[in-house]
């Protein structure tokens, strides 16, 4: 081996051993915003998921409401003189008041 030879050789091992640590460290930057955008993106799936079922959930609801609404028990309840309303989550039934009855 020639000595220009193993200068040239000397001199490339720093630039070589750069660029694969600079290939390394790209690499893993890459990775770890690979990481945060799948996570950003789950997260983002799963709110959207939250969402829907927020959306089910109320409208559910709604037509529950709708079913306490139209039951044969409240209009059972209406027809034999009961006012109902509807209380917090359960249904309340109390007696009407009577036309032309006190403080009217």
Not at 9 to 24: E, I, Q
Not at 45 to 71: A, F, K, T, V, Y
């Amino acid at each position: 081996m020639t000595r220009t030879s193993q200068a040239s050789r000397s001199s490339l091992l720093p630039a070589l051993l750069a660029a694969v640590l600079v290939t390394g460290l790209g690499g893993l930057v890459i990775e770890r915003r690979t990481d945060r955008l799948r996570s950003a993106y789950r997260a983002h799936r799963l709110m959207e998921e939250i969402g829907h079922l927020e959306n089910e959930l109320r409208w559910l609801q709604g037509e529950r409401d709708g079913l306490l609404r139209s039951s044969p028990l409240l209009a059972r309840a209406a027809s034999i003189g009961l006012g109902v309303r509807r209380g917090t989550g359960a249904i309340v039934a109390a007696p009407r008041a009577k036309p032309g009855g006190v403080g009217q």
